[in-house]
């Protein structure tokens, strides 16, 4: 199953390595992995996707938890919580596709942010089964280039992820 | 208010921790703190002969005296020389701090002459690092060091350093800090109430229990309170190769140590058990054999300081995260006054056990006639006697590590010192040398193979330099024994460089260091020989014992098959 971990570290040089080192060293999977300072100088949030059933989510996580940089940690998907994820997009846009395009767009409620004669980029927020649909959606048209910032979640409701 | 250097601060600090002896390397970049080393003499630098010799001395030293072994080694090669030994020591959860020296740190990433990301080498066999990044940080990084390398599960701590940040010119203010914060490191100091009642519970209800106890035993400090646990319920124990020792093996509660060259009982027990009780082990694959086929009729709890130990290969039970000495402590205080619930399934239980035991008495190893070649196994047994199974016995890796933990019996702690993890062959002569400095009065013999010997045998002239008395048993098959015992059983005795042609004459290399060697060929001549070896405390002496090449170690697991399924000899098997 997949799971969203979220993880409190502290924002030193290394921290980053650990943890990406210690899924690589331990052979557990990463499918989307982001990071970047909180509010907090000293603290980085980096949020990671991975596959796996109980028992590696909890060897991940306890593994996780050991390192001395990672100062706390959660399974987003234990409770309900936001899933988002940033999407730019490349694609052809000539002639009548051009209006197909905008159709679509409007349609996934993503937004047109640079325009040339022959292209549209195009920004789109959702969770990543949206963007996946999206992409789907665009392929007849032609992808040009496709960046992902890969997911980032917060639990739902009082549950806060703080020191 | 005191103002230091960087690297007066590291040696003021080594001194303010009580650090008695460091072993080192010096080269470029650690030389500001040699210089500063000089110019004290309260901690003793111990000049080895390659860096890899002094993380298995400090290694040693820490696993003998449970505090941290302290390692100083230069930039680039100084510091990838020290990579195996601190995976030695991340592998058995061993406290030890390796101070690295480091290119300046204007030129680090510039590929500079010696230049390595220690850091970046090391992250995986670490238990934590840091790289210094201004001289004021130095004494509150070192406490966070050696405070990580120690408590909780220990490892090793690698703290790189950069050559400006210990300049002779810079100079800042020192304070030893006494304690160290660090707000995501929160060792537990004890187990769950609730689920040690609950172990407890199970244990009194048990018809067929048995402990099975491992390294965290011996280096959480608990031997004591597992002996007297043991003792009371009068179970059987059984312990890893690493918790050898924890609890006394002359003792009749004790069924040696298990796994794939465990003991007959002790993996028969366990096959047959309904309640393993683990304390600091870790269920490792070379104790379960197939975890599928893993003791199929136990309940399990598994009691570690470490979360992620339990349940990482076999699922527990009950599970108990604290640290050994606590729980045992809090788990004598509920079975104190209780009584086991079925006394009779338990006598029922030992003889079954006890039968298991006959069945292998007297068949162990087949012993040498008068005349032949010496089998391993005896010279172990007569080292034994000789040193009245009090020596701290050091080990390198193969069969002659093997025999040593089987036929030499250890009935106190922190006595085998052996690389279980890693298995590293040439560590047992460098840690020998470490607990020697520390326990001069005490006998510590290496004993090793002509294979592992050679890995590290440089560090004889550490030993003449410091005049270390340590004495080395040689087990001499002329062939990588173990290597050889796998190629005779899983490929047809094609034995592809595993004999060692061209073995140098021991005894008269020992002799060019201006030590005593002697060659022992047959029996009669090996326990007198051991008694002249032991006879002077402070004399470094080398016993080059010719024994069996075709001496295969059993009993041996059969790969993929349950804790149950071994061979017992060449021509038997369950």
Redesign the interface.
């Known amino acids: 199953m997949r799971h969203i971990i979220s993880i409190l570290m502290e924002n030193e040089p290394g921290a980053l390595s650990r943890v990406v080192g210690l899924f690589s060293q331990r052979n557990f999977n990463i499918e989307t992995l982001n990071v970047a300072p909180t509010e907090d100088p000293s603290l980085s949030r980096l949020t990671v996707t991975t596959i796996g059933d109980d028992r590696v989510i909890e060897q991940i996580t306890k593994h996780l938890n050991k390192l001395i940089d990672v100062v706390k940690l959660v399974d987003l998907t234990e409770g309900n919580h936001i899933e988002r994820e940033l999407m730019l997009v490349k694609v052809k846009a000539l002639g009548a596709a051009r209006d197909e395009v905008k159709r679509t767009v409007d349609i996934f409620r993503a937004q047109i942010v640079d325009v040339t004669p022959s292209l549209y980029t195009v920004q789109i927020t959702g969770d990543a089964s949206k963007l996946d649909a999206f992409l789907q959606a665009m392929a007849p048209v032609g992808i040009l280039e496709v960046a992902r910032t890969g997911v980032s979640g917060i639990a739902r409701g009082d549950k806060v992820l703080s020191l | 208010m005191e103002l230091l250097s960087g690297a007066d601060m590291i040696a003021r600090f080594l001194q303010d921790e009580g650090v008695e002896y460091i072993y080192g390397y010096p080269g470029g970049a650690a030389l500001h703190i040699y210089d500063a080393l000089f110019r004290q003499d309260k901690v003793k630098h111990i000049l080895v002969r390659h860096e890899q010799a002094a993380t298995h001395a400090a290694d040693g030293y820490a696993r003998a005296s449970g505090k941290p072994g302290v390692v100083l080694v230069t930039s680039g090669p100084g510091a990838t020389n020290a990579v195996t030994g601190i995976a030695t020591a991340y592998m058995d959860s061993i406290p030890m701090v390796v101070l690295c020296g480091q290119v300046m740190s204007h030129l680090i990433g510039d590929d500079a002459f010696q230049e390595t990301d220690i850091?970046?080498v090391t992250?995986?066999i670490v238990?934590?690092?840091f790289?210094i990044r201004h001289p004021s940080e130095i004494p509150e990084v070192l406490k966070k060091a050696f405070y990580?390398a120690a408590t909780g599960r220990p490892g090793p701590v690698v703290v790189d350093i950069p050559k400006d940040m210990t300049a002779p010119t810079e100079r800042y203010e020192y304070v030893y800090p006494k304690k160290v914060k660090?707000?995501?490191?929160n060792p537990v100091t004890r187990g769950h109430t609730g689920q040690i009642k609950k172990a407890v519970e199970m244990m009194l209800k048990a018809k067929r229990p048995v402990f099975y106890t491992g390294g965290g035993v011996v280096t959480g400090k608990a031997s004591e309170g597992l002996t007297d646990l043991v003792k009371q319920l009068g179970f059987p124990i059984t312990t890893t190769l690493m918790g050898i020792g924890a609890y006394p093996q002359s003792d009749r509660q004790c069924l040696g140590w298990l796994g794939m060259h465990g003991s007959y009982e002790s993996n028969m027990a366990m096959h047959h058990a309904d309640l393993i009780i683990a304390i600091g082990a870790r269920f490792d694959d070379r104790v379960t054999n197939n975890t599928s086929k893993f003791c199929p009729t136990a309940k399990i709890i598994h009691v570690d300081v470490?979360?992620?130990s339990v349940?990482?290969t076999v699922?527990a039970d009950v599970p108990i995260v604290g640290p050994a000495s606590s729980v045992i402590n809090e788990m004598i205080s509920l079975v104190q006054g209780q009584s086991i619930a079925q006394p009779e399934a338990l006598a029922e239980w030992w003889q079954k056990i006890d039968g298991w035991r006959a069945e292998r008495e007297g068949k162990l190893y087949e012993p040498s006639k008068p005349g032949d070649v010496l089998k391993p196994q005896e010279v172990v047994e007569a080292l034994c006697r000789v040193t009245r199974g009090e020596a701290y016995v050091t080990t390198d890796v193969g069969q002659h590590q093997m025999f040593a933990a089987q036929y030499y019996k250890f009935d106190k702690p922190n006595r085998l010192i052996t690389s279980g993890g890693l298995g590293t062959m040439g560590f047992g002569f460098p840690a020998a040398m470490g607990i020697k400095q520390n326990f001069p009065d005490d006998d510590v013999v290496c004993v090793t193979g002509e294979g592992s010997f050679q890995m590290m045998m440089q560090e004889l002239s550490t030993c003449k330099q410091y005049g270390v008395g340590v004495k080395i048993v040689n087990l001499n098959n002329a062939s990588l024994g173990m290597v050889r015992q796998w190629q005779d059983l899983n490929y047809k005795s094609r034995h592809a460089h595993s004999y060692m042609e061209s073995l140098p004459d021991f005894h008269m290399l020992i002799e060019a260091y201006g030590f005593t060697a002697m060659t022992v060929n047959t029996l009669d001549e090996l326990e007198p020989a051991l008694e002249r070896a032991f006879a002077n405390k402070h004399e470094l002496v080398f016993l080059d014992v010719k024994v069996d090449p075709h001496e295969h170690v059993y009993p041996m697991q059969v790969p993929l098959g349950a804790m149950r399924d071994m061979l017992l000899s060449k021509t038997e098997r369950t």
């Open positions: 850091v970046g992250r995986p238990k934590h690092s790289s990580l660090l707000r995501s490191y470490d979360p992620s349940s990482k699922r």
